[in-house]
């Protein structure tokens, strides 16, 4: 893989955690579903998990 190849992995992860992020947060300020933003959050804790997971497994690539 790629240094190029990982920058973009790590990026679209990050990108993805903060688009989960904002419709939580979005749906919990204009009073939505209370079982959405459940759902969004929890989606966000995984997503957040494995950007984790792919950003040491970056560091631990390059060494």
Known sequence: ???AAANYLVA???A???VVLAL???NMLR???PN?????MRWRVGLQFCA???IMGVIWFRG
């Open 1 to 3: 893989m790629s240094y």
């Open 12 to 14: 679209l992860a990050v």
């Open 16 to 18: 993805a955690v903060f």
């Open 24 to 26: 939580g947060l979005f």
């Open 31 to 33: 009073g939505g579903s």
């Open 36 to 40: 959405l933003s459940q759902k969004l």
């Open 52 to 54: 984790i997971v792919l």
